[in-house]
C-alpha cells in the first residue's frame, strides 16, 4: 500500500502571548502518514507591523533582511534560529488569525517569517549558565550588521544552555547616508554612542563586567576575513529598497556597507569598549 504523506503548517491556538511591535504566533509544521500526524518543528510566526509612522515612511524589505541576517551568521557561525518565508495559505488555520486582526496594519501579509522555536528569553537568573564567548560573538556581529534595534529580549537560551540571537529584521542601510536601522524603525549613524542599541541594557552590564577588549579579536577578525564576494553573493540573493520604495534596488548599497563595516568594525567596538570601562570606572 502507497503511503500517503502530506506535509503541513498548522497554526496553534494562541497560549503564549509574544511581546513586542508585531504579531506572533505558533506554528507546527508536520508530517501526516497514513492519518497520523509526526510533529516535525515547532515555528514561531511573525507577521510586520508597517512603520509609516516616521519619515520617511515604508521599509518594504523587512523579511528579505531577517533572511539575510541569518545567512550570514551561518557563514558566521552564529546561532540565529533557522528562518523561512512561507505563504499563508500553507499554513491550516490561518484564517483563524487573520479575522481578529486588522490586515491593513501589516505590510507583507502573504508571506509568513518563520523563526524555528529556539528556546526561551534569556533572562538574568540566566546568566550564569550561558558562554560569554558566544554572547560577545553575538555583540560583534550585530556592530558589524548595524543592528541598532536590539534589546534584552532578543536573546534566547535553550534547555542545553545554549544562546541563540533573534529579531533582524531592523537593521543596515536603507540609502546611501551611510546610518543603519535600529529602534522605533529610525536609522542611526554608528559610533560609540550608538553602538549602545546593538546590545541589552542588562546584557551589557554582563558583557562589561566579564569581558576584556581582547576577547573580542577573533570575531572581530573572523568578520574582517570575508571577501566581498561572500558578501555580495548572499546580499544578491534578495532585493533590498530604499526606504518608502517598493522597486528602486538598493542590494549595491549593502554590500559595500556590509564591506565597509567589516574594517571600521575593530577600531569602533575598541572605541565603545574603552569608553564604556572608564565611565564604570568613574562610579
Ligand atoms: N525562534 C524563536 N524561538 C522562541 N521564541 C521566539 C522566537 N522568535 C521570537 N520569539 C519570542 O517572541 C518574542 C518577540 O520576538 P521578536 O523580537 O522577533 O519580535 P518583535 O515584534 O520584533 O519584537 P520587538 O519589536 O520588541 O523587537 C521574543 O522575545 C521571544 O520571546
Ligand atoms: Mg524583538
Known sequence: MKAILKHTYLLLPEQVNYSGYNKKFNVQENYIIFNKIFILYNWVGKISKRVEFITPPGIFDLNQRALLAWDLAKLMNISMPEIKLVPNDKILNFDQLAKNLKTSEFYDYNFILLSKYSGVQLEEYDFKRINMARLREIFVFDCWLGNLDKKDDDYLIDNKNKLWTIDYQLWGPIDNSGKSLGFCAKTYEINKDTLN?????????????????????EIIKRIRKLTNEQISERVNKYQFYKRGSDSEKINHILVVFLNERKKILEKQIIEYFNEKQSEKNQI
Request: hydrophobic letters at 30%; a positive charge; charged letters at 40%.
Open 197 to 217: 542599541r546593538c546590545i541589552g541594557r542588562k546584557t551589557k552590564k554582563l558583557i562589561l563586567n566579564k569581558s576584556k577588549l581582547s576577547d573580542f579579536n
